[in-house]
C-alpha cells in the first residue's frame, strides 16, 4: 500500500511538472504576443496620427492656396479696373486731339483761303487803285444797322452783334424803345415813323445818324398778324425796302436781308411774291455784297406760333442759330464760308442762304467758338 501511494505522488508530481512545463511555454508566447499586438496598436496609431498631420498638411496647403488664388483674382480684377480706366483716358484724350484737329483744320482751310485769295489778287493786280474789302476791319471796327431787331430772329442778332470785338456800334431803328437788348454803350436806339424813315433820318441826304458799313433787314410779319394783304405788304416789302435804300444812301457795303425759303417774285401766293418782289428790288440797289437768308419755318422757342410748333420735330430753323450765322456773316468772320449761288450780272455779289446752307455755316460757327476763333481771316 505505501508503494502504491508513493507511485501516485510520483505520478502527480510528473503529471504537475510537465503540466508546468506544458504551461510555462504557453504563457510566456501569451505574453509575447499581447506585447506584439501592443506594439502593433501603437505602431498603427503612430500611423494614424502621421496620416492624420498630413492630411491636416495637405488640407492647410489647400487653404493656403485658395487665399493665393483669391488674391491672385483680386490682383487680377484691379488690373482690370485699371486697364479699362487707362482705355477710357486714351478714348478721351483721343477726342481731345479729334477737336483740335478739326479747330486746326479749321484755321489751316481758313489760311489756304487768305493765300489764295492773295496770289489772286496779286495776278489781277492793275494800275487802277486797290478797292478795300466792303467788310474790311476798320482799326475802330464796324458800325452796323439793325431793323427789327426786337423781332425773334433780331433778339438774337443785336445781342451777338454787342458781343463782337469787330463792331463799333449798333444801331437799332424802330417805333419805340425796346428793353430787350442787353445794356451796352455799343447800342443806340433811333426811334421813327417807319413810313418816314428816310426822310426823316437822311433829310436831303445829311444823316442825322451818321454812316454805317453793314445794314441788317430782321424785319417781317404775317398774314394773320398784319391784319390784312395791304398791312402785311407794306411791312413786309415797302418798309424792308426803304430801310434797303437808307441803308445805300448811308454808304452800307454789305446788306444783309432775310426773307424766306421759296421766295419768288411770279408766286401766285402772297407771302413768297412778297418775300421775292423783295428780294428783286434790294438786288438793284446795288450793294457790294448782299447776302439773302431763306430760312424755312422759324422755331422761335416759347414764341412759336401754331403752325411753327406743328412741326417743330420736322426740320424748322432755330432762331438763335440763324441769328448767330447773320451775326457772324455780317461782321465777316466767315468770309471763306459764303455759298456763292445766284451770282448774276449786277452790280455786286450775292450770297443766297437756303435752310441747309444755315445750318452748315452754323455748325461752321460752333466749331471756331469752340476754339475760339473770333477774328476774320486776315
Not at 359 to 370: C, D, T
Request: hydrophobic share 30%.
Amino acid at each position: 500500500a505505501e508503494t502504491e501511494e508513493r507511485a501516485i505522488a510520483e505520478l502527480s508530481e510528473h503529471v504537475e511538472g510537465e503540466k508546468e512545463s506544458i504551461e510555462t511555454p504557453r504563457t510566456k508566447k501569451s505574453d509575447k504576443k499581447e506585447k506584439n499586438e501592443e506594439k502593433e496598436e501603437e505602431e498603427e496609431e503612430e500611423t494614424n496620427a502621421e496620416v492624420v498631420e498630413e492630411e491636416e498638411k495637405v488640407e492647410q496647403r489647400e487653404i493656403d492656396k485658395g487665399e493665393d488664388d483669391t488674391n491672385e483674382s483680386k490682383a487680377e480684377r484691379v488690373k482690370k479696373s485699371k486697364s479699362r480706366k487707362r482705355k477710357k483716358e486714351k478714348e478721351e484724350k483721343k477726342e481731345k486731339e479729334k477737336v483740335v484737329t478739326d479747330a486746326e483744320i479749321v484755321l489751316e482751310e481758313d489760311k489756304e483761303s487768305t493765300e489764295k485769295k492773295l496770289e489772286e489778287s496779286d495776278t489781277n493786280e492793275t494800275t487802277e487803285s486797290p478797292q478795300e474789302s466792303p467788310l474790311e476791319h476798320k482799326e475802330s471796327g464796324l458800325k452796323v444797322i439793325v431793323i427789327g431787331g426786337s423781332g425773334a430772329v433780331g433778339k438774337t442778332v443785336v445781342p451777338e452783334l454787342l458781343a463782337s470785338p469787330h463792331v463799333q456800334s449798333v444801331t437799332t431803328i424802330g417805333r419805340k424803345n425796346y428793353d430787350c437788348f442787353p445794356a451796352s454803350e455799343k447800342l443806340k436806339q433811333v426811334v421813327v415813323d417807319m413810313a418816314d424813315m428816310k426822310e426823316a433820318l437822311n433829310p436831303s441826304g445829311r444823316s442825322s445818324i451818321g454812316r454805317f458799313n453793314v445794314g441788317i433787314c430782321c424785319l417781317g410779319t404775317t398774314r394773320a398778324d398784319a391784319g390784312s394783304d395791304k398791312a402785311f405788304i407794306e411791312v413786309d416789302f415797302t418798309f424792308c425796302l426803304r430801310f434797303a435804300e437808307l441803308c445805300s444812301d448811308l454808304g452800307v457795303d454789305s446788306f444783309n436781308l432775310v426773307t424766306a425759303a421759296g421766295s419768288d417774285s411770279g408766286s401766285w401766293l402772297l407771302y413768297p411774291k412778297t418775300k421775292g418782289q423783295l428780294e428783286d428790288a434790294v438786288k438793284k440797289l446795288g450793294f457790294e455784297d448782299l447776302h439773302i437768308y431763306r430760312p424755312g419755318l422759324l422755331d422761335r422757342g416759347k414764341e412759336a406760333r401754331f403752325v411753327e410748333k406743328l412741326v417743330k420735330f420736322t426740320g424748322s430753323t432755330d432762331v438763335r442759330d440763324l441769328g448767330q450765322v447773320i451775326a457772324w456773316v455780317a461782321t465777316g468772320q466767315l468770309q471763306d464760308y459764303q455759298p456763292r449761288a445766284d451770282k448774276k450780272a449786277l452790280e455786286g455779289n450775292v450770297y443766297n442762304y437756303s435752310t441747309s446752307a444755315i445750318k452748315k455755316a452754323f455748325k461752321a460757327v460752333k466749331v471756331r467758338k469752340s476754339v475760339g476763333l473770333t477774328s476774320p481771316p486776315s
